[in-house]
């Protein structure tokens, strides 16, 4: 069983940053982190292999958000840069032990509880 803290979730005005982190119990295959705003699906965001840090992204996101792992604290990272208000969202972090998609939310068994993340105009 893996568990999944997230922390780093606020209120910041647009154009401003925001680093999200997800400290987990165990290492897996790769974890991702996904958003979910109110009356939206739950959407995919980043993710990275813990072996080798290969990272993918959601278009739009691209350029402004950054994915990052430690290995030696088992957390990953995101750094959010250049926020809009569309960004608002609950942040999820999770954690896959086997994926032949990344994006794809259902591939992840384990998920954090979520950190809000709200950014004004």
């Known amino acids: 069983q893996v568990q999944l803290v997230e922390s780093g979730g606020g209120l910041v005005q647009a154009g401003g940053s925001l680093r999200l982190s997800c400290a987990t119990s165990?290492?897996?295959?790769?974890m991702g982190w996904f958003r979910q705003a109110p009356g939206k699906e739950r959407e995919f965001v980043a993710a990275i292999r813990w072996s080798g840090g290969s990272t993918y992204y959601a278009d739009v996101v691209k350029g402004r958000f950054t994915i990052s792992r430690d290995n030696a604290k088992n957390t990953v990272y995101l750094q959010m840069n250049s926020l809009k208000p569309e960004d608002t969202a609950v942040y999820y972090c999770?954690?896959?032990?086997?994926?032949?998609?990344?994006?794809?939310?259902?591939?992840?068994?384990?998920w954090g509880q979520g950190t809000q993340v709200t950014v004004s105009s």
């Open positions: 999770a954690a896959a032990e086997w994926s032949r998609s990344l994006s794809n939310a259902l591939e992840y068994g384990y």
């Open positions: 165990g290492r897996t295959y790769a």
